[in-house]
T-cell receptor, first 114, second 111 residues
């Protein structure tokens, strides 16, 4: 497709389970970002990839959160031992090259932890 | 204090009004400034992108950056009901690749 694709769109899980959220960026986009957006708030930075290299993970809340982009294209955000406070919209964005400004966002993955 | 402050609104205006949306920031290193529009249950879409100071105009939208005051604005002329959305400002410093977003301002344009 032409845009950033995220899956699943909705995920409901029980506390303590692991979840994996997938992002397929726009073809050719070098930079990939993960953000988290709470209701009524702006997106909060989680991590940034340049090709396959994770260049900034300063926004990951704790060591239960990890992300990878092994071949420089599709990325996976993994949350281990989920907690209720992890419930949020997780958004992926990509850009041709970091810092040029045009971040293209996907529709997001809504995570609900019961 | 947050790095980027934005009034959450909601801001209600009549159709045809000029809308002014604003953000203030504390980090003087920010050089890249953006405005996004987000419709309900959708992802943010980029409206305007500005580097450093100055004005930029695109159709009914004008973005202004005043780095001396650490203040950015988005003006919408001849506002339409279809402009009803949440408007997010975002900014970044050189070399960081981390865009910091405001909380967003909810705008309602009444027909």
């Amino acid at each position: 497709g032409a845009g950033v694709s995220q899956s699943p769109r909705y995920k409901v899980t029980k506390r303590g389970q692991d979840v994996a959220l997938r992002c397929d960026p726009i073809s050719g986009h070098v930079s990939l970002y993960w953000y988290r957006q709470a209701l009524g708030q702006g997106p909060e930075f989680l991590t940034y990839f340049n090709y396959e290299a994770q260049q900034d993970k300063s926004g990951l809340p704790n060591d239960r959160f990890s992300a990878e982009r092994p071949e420089g294209s599709i990325s996976t955000l993994t949350i281990q031992r989920t907690e209720q406070r992890d419930s949020a919209m997780y958004r992926c964005a990509s850009s041709v090259q970091g810092q040029t400004g045009e971040l293209f966002f996907g529709e997001g993955s809504r995570l609900t932890v019961l | 204090q947050k790095e980027v402050e934005q009034d959450p609104g909601p801001l209600s205006v009549p159709e045809g009004a000029i809308v002014s949306l604003n953000c203030t920031y504390s980090n003087s290193a920010f050089q890249y400034f953006m405005w996004y529009r987000q419709y309900s249950r959708k992802g943010p879409e980029l409206l305007m992108y500005t580097y450093s100071s100055g004005n930029k105009e695109d159709g009914r939208f004008t973005a202004q950056v005043d780095k001396s005051s650490k203040y950015i604005s988005l003006f919408i002329r001849d506002s339409q009901p279809s402009d009803s959305a949440t408007y997010l400002c975002a900014m970044s410093a050189p070399g960081t690749y981390k865009y910091i977003f405001g909380t967003g301002t909810r705008l309602k344009v009444l027909a």
